[in-house]
């Protein structure tokens, strides 16, 4: 994919101590005490990405990328909500006969559902189910209620990926909801890191890319939306208030391990990789639950 990685704000892992700074080709900045904050859940409420990129202007860098252990970027948002059949194929996949839906689908993780860019996803016992998705994600900035969608961009913070992971015999416990197979314990995966938004480009029409073992599984653009990132920022906002902070996970195309036949489930030792222009590539492996 072509377009460039502008500046990027992480969350990670060292020396026993959860810290954040600003990743480039030359390592990281730790910025943890040189800043006043002390998150970047708190960066992001006070509107101050930008100031992190200036800070490690001229500085040099603390750890290399091998050194460190990536978390999810935001650790404990107030809400971390998820689009469901977003993509036109998508739709079709469910083979039931129903035009795409007139609003979104939608369902709420855990952050504990979800680890970093690197680390292994885990395979629980009770299900060999486990299942990919790769997604664009936006994390928002200024919080607002009824956000008109012509507003919309202005509320977006930064930019991220993740892979959705699920348990997909769990999804389907219940005649009504998803819950269950959304939310098991390091199941997915968020990151590598904040990408600021600044430029409608960076979001209105990307590639976005889903590989297994180096096999490309998804492939589409967030030009095909269904829901594009406007009309949700405006439909989320419609009923709750959002707050600095907030994740929106904002769909996945056609190509998750459930739809081949017979299902290819993901089983130790693979690696899957998200992957979206001007974004990163978010890199996970997995295991079996111990």
């Known amino acids: 994919m072509t377009k460039p ?22 390592g990281v900045v730790d910025l943890t005490d040189k800043v006043a904050f002390g998150s970047l859940k708190q960066v992001i409420e006070a509107g101050a990405l930008a100031d992190l ?26 809400k971390l909500i998820c689009i469901g059949v977003n993509f036109p194929d998508r739709n079709a996949e469910y083979k039931d006969g129903q035009a795409a839906p007139g609003r979104p689908s939608m369902f709420i993780r855990f952050p504990r559902s979800f680890v970093g860019h690197g680390v292994n996803l885990v395979r629980p016992p009770e299900s060999e189910q486990l299942d990919y998705e790769g997604e664009v994600t936006i994390v928002i900035g200024k919080g607002g209620r009824r956000i008109a969608r012509e507003d919309a961009y202005d509320h977006i913070a ?23 197979g959304k939310n098991w314990d390091n199941s997915g995966a968020i990151g590598p890191w904040l990408v600021p938004f600044t430029d409608a480009a960076q979001l209105d029409d990307i590639a976005l890319e889903t590989r297994v073992n180096g096999e490309v599984r998804q492939k589409d ?22 707050v600095p902070g907030d994740v929106i996970v904002c769909g996945t195309p056609t190509g998750a391990g459930a739809r081949f036949d017979p299902p290819i489930w993901l089983k130790p030792g693979d690696v899957i990789e998200v992957e979206a222009e001007g974004i990163g590539i978010l890199r996970n492996g997995v295991e079996d639950e111990a």
């Not at 091998?66 to 650790?75: N, Q, R, S, V």
């Not at 930064?158 to 269950?180: M, P, S, Y």
């Not at 653009?221 to 959002?242: A, C, K």
């Open 5 to 26: 990685i502008p500046a990027r704000v992480a969350a990670f892992h060292v020396n026993g101590k959860d810290r954040f700074g600003v990743v480039s080709d030359a």
């Open 53 to 78: 990129l200036t800070a490690v202007e001229g500085q040099p860098a603390d750890f290399t990328e091998a050194e460190i252990t990536y978390l999810i970027p935001i650790a404990d948002p107030e």
């Open 158 to 180: 930064a930019l991220t990926l993740c892979n959705e992971g699920t348990i997909r015999d769990w999804v389907r416990h219940a005649k009504f909801n998803v819950t269950q």
């Open 221 to 242: 653009r967030t030009g095909r939306m269904m829901y594009d990132f406007r009309y949700i920022v405006n439909y989320v906002s419609t009923f709750t208030t959002l």
